[in-house]
């Protein structure tokens, strides 16, 4: 992890390899994906304060890309093999592990918005590899189930990480949508299903997520040749929407020194 005011560096995981990180937004710790033994990754919870490393899955294949729920209660994540996974929901102490979806194809990236509402992820059909596209349902915590299930994109692309704006009504996401070998970050509202595109970058922009203010958005570009983590600052006066729905031409945002212009 990295302090963003002295910006040091501190190695956090041990093991064969780790990823997909993400910060418990209530106790001081943290969750990963890692990998203990050829093709089988398990979520790991990683308590700082008592300094120890628990496992919360224990299942073979592949465990990976959890994510909490705003209060700490939940974590979501991706289970199962290579051609085929489901999203998963447990309890924050790998309790209750609950199937969420029951698609043929690939499903990954979860992601409930802050309200606790509503869950995003991106799925693939069966048998294809090169074509993602995102999805929304409601969550109801008492089963635990989803309910209402809606696909916000249908293009011949890969849209990936989809994240929350900390507001509840927009997610930004991951996109190849323009050209095959370069992604960009777009944001979607979901009520008047807008589309904008918020970085013009040549490489691929990956995994965003917001600061818990909104005012800042974070991701990874590959603009320079190599993988950077870039901070930019965050406002929607600096984004006006005229698309009334996908698929209609796009505003272009350019964040300052994502490209060095």
Same mark, same amino acid.
């Given at each position: 992890?990295?302090d963003l005011?002295s910006?040091?560096? =501190?190695?956090l995981s041990?093991?064969?390899?780790?990823?997909?990180?993400?910060?418990?937004?209530?106790?001081p710790?943290?969750?990963?994906s890692?990998?203990?033994? &050829?093709?089988?990754?398990?979520?790991?919870?990683?308590d700082? &304060?008592?300094g120890?490393r %628990?496992?919360? /899955?224990h299942?073979?294949?592949?465990?990976?890309?959890?994510?909490?729920s705003?209060?700490?209660?939940?974590?979501?994540?991706?289970?199962? &093999?290579?051609?085929?996974? =489901?999203?998963?929901?447990m309890?924050?102490?790998?309790?209750?592990?609950?199937?969420?979806?029951?698609?043929?194809?690939?499903?990954?990236?979860p992601?409930?918005?802050?309200?606790?509402?509503?869950?995003?992820?991106?799925?693939s059909? =069966?048998?294809?590899?090169?074509?993602?596209?995102?999805?929304?349902?409601?969550?109801?915590?008492?089963?635990?189930?989803?309910?209402?299930?809606?696909?916000?994109?249908e /293009?011949?692309?890969?849209?990936?990480?989809p994240?929350?704006?900390?507001?509840?009504?927009?997610?930004?996401?991951?996109?190849?949508?323009?050209?095959?070998?370069?992604?960009?970050?777009?944001?979607?509202?979901l =009520?008047?299903?807008?589309?904008?595109?918020?970085?013009?970058?040549q490489?691929?922009?990956?995994?965003p997520? %917001?600061?818990?203010?909104?005012?800042?958005?974070?991701?990874?570009?590959?603009?320079?040749?190599?993988?950077?983590? %870039?901070?930019?600052?965050?406002?929607?006066?600096?984004?006006?929407?005229?698309?009334?729905?996908?698929?209609?031409?796009l505003?272009?945002?350019?964040?300052?020194?994502?490209?060095?212009?």
């Amino acid at each position: 992890w990295i302090d963003l005011l002295s910006f040091e560096i =501190e190695k956090l995981s041990s093991g064969l390899a780790a990823q997909d990180p993400y910060f418990d937004p209530v106790s001081p710790a943290w969750v990963y994906s890692g990998l203990v033994e &050829k093709d089988n990754y398990e979520i790991f919870k990683f308590d700082l &304060k008592l300094g120890l490393r %628990f496992r919360l /899955t224990h299942s073979p294949g592949y465990d990976g890309q959890p994510s909490f729920s705003q209060d700490g209660r939940w974590i979501f994540y991706a289970s199962g &093999k290579q051609e085929n996974s =489901e999203i998963y929901v447990m309890r924050s102490d790998g309790s209750l592990a609950t199937q969420l979806t029951f698609r043929k194809g690939r499903e990954g990236a979860p992601s409930l918005s802050p309200d606790g509402s509503r869950l995003v992820w991106w799925g693939s059909p =069966e048998n294809r590899q090169d074509l993602a596209d995102l999805y929304l349902a409601d969550f109801d915590p008492r089963q635990p189930k989803l309910e209402n299930v809606t696909q916000l994109t249908e /293009t011949s692309s890969m849209n990936l990480s989809p994240v929350w704006h900390p507001e509840s009504k927009h997610v930004v996401f991951a996109s190849n949508r323009e050209a095959q070998d370069n992604f960009e970050l777009y944001i979607l509202n979901l =009520e008047s299903r807008c589309l904008q595109r918020i970085t013009d970058s040549q490489g691929d922009d990956l995994m965003p997520h %917001f600061s818990p203010d909104a005012r800042y958005l974070t991701w990874s570009s590959t603009f320079e040749g190599r993988s950077h983590i %870039f901070m930019a600052p965050f406002s929607f006066s600096n984004a006006p929407c005229n698309a009334s729905q996908i698929g209609t031409e796009l505003n272009k945002i350019r964040f300052k020194g994502v490209d060095g212009r």
